[in-house]
């Protein structure tokens, strides 16, 4: 029970880091990326080619990918969105463009990495478990939760100690009034996005160690598990991701214990229930009332 | 004389009739004449969590296809002569729903002569029920869910592997001969996995063992670091984790990063995925596991009686695909050999005709020896127990079990 608690939280972070980067893009934009995942999945591609290639240790492809994939996400979001935001149905017509591109990038990596799984077998985080409470833990999941910890924690300095944070939240508030008190929205939401994604890749370098390899079509099921965590914290609200993601987390470890067959059904469970119980999420003051 | 004419427009009226009868029995004859060609309808996961393995067994597939037309086609009994062999294939993209719709377009649009299935129990299962509803023969390469023989069923050839349900037969009996007593079982819910699972403990229990751990988990499984603590907790004798090559490496990962060892620890895929399991999980994870070696692990070059051996198919798939082979292209080309000698020996090309021979088909490929049962489940083909031991710089796998095709003894 101990173990499986603690396992819970270790990798409810890792999910919470997946999530951030969706919940952010959806608090500014009010679109949900639908290929979301897929970056999830370039980020993990990048780190098992670099290690394989070069022997970059796989803390540095994170680095290195999300820098990239942030300056990916400034270009992509003015190639799309302005266009998205200028239709009469944006959020329907971001759906279905968000899904376009998950697709697409899932047969790019197809062609790119092939069909089969990939991943880094050498212990590159340790070959020791780490103990926690005296329970032997795998030495990669305690720094995929530290980082995770650490992206949380820049996440909210970013939100709650910078001016462009504090836009950014002007945004996610209310796009029109931000737009009329002279905050640049395009720009802020830009930004936003590209962390969103940057974030992702970040996740994605962890993910070889995580997620027990790498495919293609890894994106689609990720993204509908982010989903399920940023709704159970509350759409719109980063902070309450951290939350969903523990009892994401915690949930899905106990499940393994006591009722591995249900495993899989957890994200829906978990969806249903707070659509049920308190649809605006945990955290739910900021939900979209749209 | 008026009745007379009537009588004699009555005769040419038959006549005409008969003329007509005639006519229909020419045009049956010429439907019966030789077609241009043979299709084989089939489907392949060109993405997805089977592309994996579906798309070497299509290689194999397509590789057996270019032998024979090569040398001028398939040779059919029916019409006394080699007529050349054609695909039709569409991709799933390890979809059962999209795979569902495909097969129905096989079936009733492209009208084809053979069926083959795609890769695995779950991309098979889509298409038993389709078959049979339309009557036509499923060839199988590989879909060894035991749910799908069943009396009533007459629509299936499973061609390239025993049912998952015989699968355990001699790793069970070995696990029982090394007197272990605390068995765990972790499986893949599917059924593949699922009958493998039931076969092993119903014949442990028989033998007196208990598993003290028997957990499904969903296919989709890829984090078992809980799950190898909770079986870690039963101190057990014996691990076997029963899944699909996804599962396997996620468990053997998680295996390694968790601390853990097992003295005695099996996994399906590495004796039909050797090199991708390796590239996952590092050979040092590897060593001393135990598997069911297949070929080109279990190498048959002696008692071949149909196709190529095991080194000649070696050989001529490298050098036509410029990779080497593994199980699951032997398993499509095996395929092609089924067709093949059905098609060699069907006295028609009526789906129940072919069912017919493919039933009393009796040889020895490189995959083994090929032997359906009345409800088209393959039992030729036993899987033995075998070893992954460090040889030199690298691995090599051992056959341990049973005696009388042992290669060599366990470490352990």
């Known amino acids: 029970m101990l173990y499986a608690l603690i396992a819970g939280v270790l990798f409810g972070l890792y999910y919470a880091l997946i999530g951030l980067g969706l919940n952010l893009t959806f608090g500014v934009l009010r679109m949900v990326n639908l290929a979301h995942g897929d970056f999830v999945m370039i980020g993990g591609f990048a780190a098992v080619t670099a290690f394989s290639a070069w022997h970059l240790h796989p803390l540095w492809s994170l680095v290195l990918v999300a820098v990239l994939i942030f300056a990916v996400g400034i270009a992509l979001y003015y190639v799309l969105v302005p266009r998205i935001a200028a239709t009469k149905d944006p959020e329907m017509i971001s759906l279905v463009l968000f899904f376009g591109l998950s697709q697409v990038i899932e047969a790019l990596a197809v062609m790119r990495f092939g069909n089969n799984t990939q991943s880094i077998y050498e212990p590159v985080f340790g070959k ?145 229930l707070v659509l049920l119980v308190k649809p605006s999420g945990l955290f739910g003051r900021q939900v979209r009332s749209a | ?56 067994e299509l290689a194999g597939l397509k590789f057996w296809m270019s032998q024979v037309n090569k040398d001028g086609g398939v040779f059919v009994k029916a019409y006394n002569k080699k007529i050349p062999v054609k695909l039709v294939d569409y991709n799933d993209q390890s979809d059962p729903n999209t795979a569902q719709t495909l097969y129905t377009q096989l079936i009733t649009q492209d009208k084809v002569n053979i069926l083959v299935s795609d890769f695995g129990s779950v991309l098979t299962s889509v298409a038993v029920p389709i078959a049979q509803e339309h009557k036509m023969v499923l060839f199988d390469p590989t879909g060894t869910g035991a749910s799908f023989f069943t009396p009533t069923n007459p629509y299936i050839v499973l061609t390239g592997l025993p049912t998952s349900a015989v699968w355990p037969d001699n790793l069970a009996k070995y696990l029982l001969a090394q007197n272990f007593k605390k068995v765990a079982i972790v499986y893949a819910e599917n059924d593949f996995d699922q009958s493998q699972d039931e076969t092993l403990t119903t014949q442990l229990k028989a033998g007196g063992v208990t598993p003290v751990y028997n957990q499904g988990v969903p296919t989709t499984t890829s984090n078992y670091d809980v799950i190898i603590h909770n079986i870690a907790a039963t101190n057990p004798d014996a691990v076997l984790e029963l899944g699909y090559p996804n599962n396997d490496i996620a468990f053997l990962q998680n295996l390694a990063a968790s601390g853990q060892h097992f003295g005695f620890l099996f996994t399906i895929f590495p004796g039909q995925l050797f090199s991708l399991l390796e590239q996952n999980v590092g050979a040092k994870t590897l060593t001393d596991t135990y598997t069911y070696p297949t070929p080109p692990l279990l190498a048959y070059n002696s008692g071949v009686n149909y196709g190529m051996t095991i080194s000649q198919f070696t050989q001529a798939f490298q050098s036509a695909n410029g990779s080497a082979p593994n199980f699951l292209d032997i398993a499509g080309y095996n395929t092609g050999l089924a067709i093949q000698k059905t098609l060699e020996t069907a006295k028609s090309l009526s789906q129940l005709d072919l069912r017919a021979a493919a039933g009393k088909i009796h040889m020895f490929t490189l995959d083994g020896d090929f032997t359906i049962n009345k409800e088209g489940a393959q039992m030729g083909e036993t899987l033995p127990v075998g070893q992954i031991q460090a040889s030199g710089s690298g691995l090599k796998t051992v056959i341990v079990f049973p005696s009388s095709v042992a290669t060599g003894t366990a470490v352990h």
């Not at chain 1, 795998?138 to 949380?152: D, E, H, I, K």
């Not at chain 2, 003329?19 to 089939?42: E, H, L, M, N």
């Open chain 1, 128 to 272: 020791a478990p780490v103990s926690i409470l005296g329970q032997p833990f795998p030495a990669v999941w305690v720094v995929s939760g530290l980082v995770s910890l650490l992206a949380l924690l820049l996440v909210y300095l970013y939100l709650y100690r910078t001016r462009i944070g504090y836009s950014t939240r002007a945004v996610m508030a209310s796009r029109e009034e931000a737009e009329v008190s002279g905050i640049s929205v395009h720009k802020v939401s830009a930004i936003a996005f590209a962390i969103g994604l940057g974030l992702a890749a970040a996740a994605g370098a962890l993910a070889p160690f995580m997620l027990g390899g790498i495919t293609p079509d890894l994106g689609v099921g990720l993204t509908i598990t982010a989903f399920a965590v940023i709704v159970l914290g509350s759409l719109g609200n980063p902070v309450g991701t951290v939350a969903g993601g523990l009892i994401y987390g915690i949930a899905l470890m106990l499940m393994q214990t006591y009722l591995p067959s249900w495993s899989a059904l957890l994200p829906y469970l978990l969806l249903l």
């Open chain 2, 1 to 56: 004389m008026k009745q007379l004419r009537r009588y004699l427009f009555g005769l040419a009226g038959v006549a005409a009739l008969l003329i007509a009868g005639c006519g229909s029995t020419t045009s049956t004859t010429t439907s019966s004449t030789a077609p241009k060609d043979i299709t084989i309808g089939t489907l392949y996961a060109g993405s997805g969590s089977y592309a994996t393995s579906s798309l070497p």
